[in-house]
Every structure is written in C-alpha cells, then in structure tokens.
C-alpha cells in the first residue's frame, strides 16, 4: 500500500445511488476511499460500486474545492472476491472531472 488513506468497499452496492453528496471537509478514511490526482487530494462521496457491465467499479468523488469528480477502477482479476483487493485502489483508470 502506498500510504494513501482507502476505504475499500464492504458491499458491493453499500452507498451507490443514495443521492446525498457529502462535502469534502465531511469525508476522510473512514466513510471514503481517498487518492491523489495532479496533486489533489480527492474522497469518494459513495463506496465504490461495481459498473453495470461488472468489469470496473466506479464511484463519485469531491476535491477540497468540492468540485465533482468520476473515478473509475480496473478490476484486477475477477476471480477475486475480497473486494478490498479487487481494484488498485490507489490509482484508479480514469478521473473525469464533472464540474
């Protein structure tokens, strides 16, 4: 592990969908997954939940600007079912900042 504070998902669908976004300063090691990106801190506003294809997971996410981010995760084998190591959770395959 590379250091970085990560909240791997427990459930598979544990806050996808509940349609409350957190603020930055409301999030931290225990209630989201937390990554650097071009030397921004950015926090998982929901568990990271499998895409509806199953080959990534996916989850929303905030910087300290509280500008919205899509992170998105390979999945490292699917024979895997800890979902803890299923994804690096560290680097995710894409961010794609939403506003």
Same mark, same amino acid.
């Given at each position: 592990?590379?250091?970085?504070? &990560?909240?791997? *998902?427990? /459930?598979?669908?544990?806050?996808?969908?509940?349609?409350?976004?957190?603020?930055? +300063?409301?999030?931290?090691?225990?209630?989201? &997954?937390?990554?650097?990106?071009?030397?921004?801190?950015?926090?998982? &506003?929901?568990? *990271?939940?499998?895409?509806?294809?199953? /080959?990534?997971? &996916?989850?929303?996410?905030?910087?300290?600007?509280? +500008?919205?981010?899509?992170?998105?995760?390979?999945?490292?084998?699917?024979?895997?079912?800890?979902?803890?190591?299923?994804?690096?959770w560290d680097n995710p395959e894409?961010?794609?900042?939403?506003?």
């Amino acid at each position: 592990m590379s250091g970085r504070e &990560t909240n791997k *998902p427990d /459930k598979p669908d544990e806050g996808k969908g509940d349609g409350i976004m957190k603020a930055f +300063n409301e999030l931290n090691a225990h209630n989201s &997954t937390i990554i650097e990106w071009e030397g921004k801190e950015l926090r998982t &506003t929901q568990n *990271p939940h499998p895409t509806d294809d199953g /080959k990534m997971y &996916t989850a929303n996410a905030v910087d300290a600007d509280n +500008n919205e981010y899509v992170l998105v995760w390979s999945i490292i084998d699917p024979d895997i079912t800890d979902e803890s190591s299923i994804c690096d959770w560290d680097n995710p395959e894409g961010v794609m900042l939403v506003k």
